[in-house]
Nanobody, 127 residues
């Protein structure tokens, strides 16, 4: 059975940094895709970044390129999202997601592309 548990959210001033972690259990496929989404109040859930199991291939939405870094530690079964140079618009609930179906991680961009989810961790950026 698959479980995802996020941690690391909190409050930070604009320009600061934060690191989110997600422990993923139950996946053994070498092609598993893991990602982070976020959902601001009153807005739809949006894709932020994805990583193929092992961390060799990573993908980012344009608004976070150069500021966020996604990684996957196979030994710790942990997907991390390093959030740097934070902006108030980064304020949202951040969700970890995972899927091991055959669809390429490169093209997974929507919530429907992931079958397993964590409960989320809140990130608040103040100006």
């Amino acid at each position: 059975q698959v479980h995802l548990v996020e941690s690391g959210g909190g409050s930070v001033q604009a320009g600061g940094s934060l690191r989110l972690s997600c422990v993923v259990s139950g996946f053994t496929s070498s092609t598993a895709c893991m990602g982070w989404f976020r959902q601001a109040l009153g807005k739809e859930r949006e894709w932020v970044a994805s990583v193929v199991r092992g961390g060799r291939y990573t993908y980012y939405t344009d608004s976070v390129k150069g500021r966020f870094t996604i990684s996957h530690d196979v030994n710790k079964n942990t997907v991390s999202l390093q959030i740097g140079t934070t902006k108030p618009e980064d304020t949202a609930m951040y969700y970890c997601a995972a899927d091991d179906s055959s669809k390429s991680c490169r093209v997974r961009r929507g919530p429907a592309d992931f079958g397993h989810w964590g409960r989320g961790t809140q990130v608040t950026v103040s100006s």
